[in-house]
């Protein structure tokens, strides 16, 4: 007997690319299609929603920083929420408050493995919250004109900053607290 007649071959997925369209019912209902390898790619527009990120799957935008994130309707933000997660990563979106859709945190990430990159945090209160013990990579971004702190670190996590500018924030440009340990 052959290995094919009592064994069968495993079931492969081919990595996908995901376009968000108008009638696709926005950047959530991509992500909630897409599994681990799959990549959803945003066009230029102003979307307000929050966005919740999944274990390997890409978030990017098609033209970087062309898409923007704004407060979702009756929410305060975050814009975008990455928990628990390994693989994920984030690029080349705006992420922009004011007076008419303030954001507590343009990003937050609990316990999670997530690269972000050629992003840009703009007005939120937190451009960036780490909180828990995982590692995350910041880099290639720009977080300025927060009512607070740029990047706050808390918890005993070790995440990379690098090649960020960081500018005109109220509070720190980066603050780490509780255990953090940041690599510049």
Not at 8 to 17: D, K, L, S, T
């Amino acid at each position: 007997f052959t290995r094919s007649l009592w064994q069968p071959a495993p079931v492969m997925f081919a990595p996908r690319v995901i376009p968000v369209t108008a009638a696709s019912g926005g950047i959530a209902a991509a992500m909630a299609e897409a599994r681990p390898g799959d990549t959803v790619e945003v066009p230029q527009g102003e979307y307000r929603e929050q966005v919740r990120l999944k274990d390997g799957v890409t978030l990017r935008a098609r033209v970087p920083r062309e898409p923007i994130l704004r407060a979702a309707p009756m929410s305060a933000g975050p814009a975008v929420i990455a928990e628990g997660l390994k693989g994920a990563r984030f690029s080349g979106f705006r992420i922009l408050a004011d007076r008419e859709a303030p954001l507590s945190t343009g990003i937050l990430l609990r316990d999670s493995v997530v690269e972000i990159d050629d992003v840009e945090v703009k007005g939120a209160g937190v451009g960036i919250e780490i909180r828990g013990s995982a590692s995350p990579t910041v880099h290639a971004s720009a977080i300025r004109d927060c009512l607070a702190e740029g990047i706050l670190i808390l918890g005993a996590s070790t995440p990379w900053l690098s090649h960020n500018l960081i500018q005109g924030n109220k509070g720190a440009g980066v603050a780490a607290r509780d255990g953090a340990h940041p690599a510049l």
